[in-house]
């Protein structure tokens, strides 16, 4: 597709369950980013991928908190033991190329509801 | 650390009508500033960015900002609002660097529009 694409687009988890969201970012786009957002604020970094690089999860909130990038194109964000506070949605984006003159392309997210 | 406010959180106005949202940031160097759209069940879109320039942008959909580097701001202006652009709108900063470790967004609370027809 020509846009970033999220799976699922809405996760129901129990609290203390796994969970692993997928961002399809747009093909050839070497960085890619994941967002949180909270009921009511804005999107807050987590986490920052250059091709399969990691190179800044300064935004992680804890050890919980996971993502992956091994080839380069597709990544997965895994929460493990999920509390109720990581309910939020989840936006991915990604950018032709790094550094802030290149535009990042959201997403439509993945909401997540930790019962 | 960088920071983002805009002052308000909800917004109602009617069709015709003048809008203006603040946006204030904090940072100690220079920044990229940009403004973000997000419609009823559609994903987040780039409505202007400033870089370098001219302090007065426009963007898509009559949509204008100016930058006012003395006041840290950069407020979104539009003269004639539609009902079309009921949305919510984020301010969002990132340093301007460019390097390896990516430029990532930092955001203000947002702002949510309503446009009466």
């Known amino acids: 597709g020509a846009g970033v694409s999220q799976s699922p687009r809405y996760k129901v988890a129990k609290r203390g369950q796994d969970v692993a969201l997928r961002c399809d970012p747009i093909s050839g786009h070497v960085s890619l980013f994941w967002y949180q957002q909270a009921l009511g604020q804005g999107p807050e970094f987590l986490t920052y991928f250059q091709n399969e690089a990691q190179l800044d999860k300064s935004g992680l909130p804890s050890d919980r908190f996971f993502a992956e990038r091994p080839e380069g194109s597709v990544s997965t964000l895994k929460i493990q033991r999920t509390q109720q506070e990581d309910s939020a949605v989840y936006l991915c984006?990604?950018?032709?190329?790094?550094?802030?003159?290149?535009?990042?392309?959201f997403g439509p997210g993945t909401r997540l509801t930790v019962l | 650390a960088q920071s983002v406010s805009q002052h308000n959180h909800h917004v109602i106005l009617s069709e015709a009508a003048s809008l203006e949202l603040g946006c204030n940031y904090s940072?100690?160097?220079?920044?990229?500033l940009f403004w973000y759209v997000q419609y009823p069940g559609q994903h987040l879109q780039l409505l202007l960015k400033y870089f370098s320039g001219d302090p007065l942008v426009k963007g898509i959909k009559g949509f204008e900002a100016e930058f006012i580097k003395s006041k840290f701001s950069f407020n979104l202006r539009k003269p004639s609002v539609q009902w079309s652009d009921t949305a919510e709108y984020f301010c969002?900063?990132?340093?301007?660097?460019?390097?390896?470790?990516?430029?990532?967004?930092?955001f203000g609370g947002g702002t949510r529009v309503l446009v009466k027809p």
């Open positions: 984006a990604s950018s032709l190329a790094p550094g802030s003159y290149n535009e990042q392309f």
């Open positions: 940072y100690g160097g220079t920044v990229n």
């Open positions: 969002a900063v990132t340093p301007d660097l460019f390097k390896a470790a990516g430029n990532k967004l930092t």
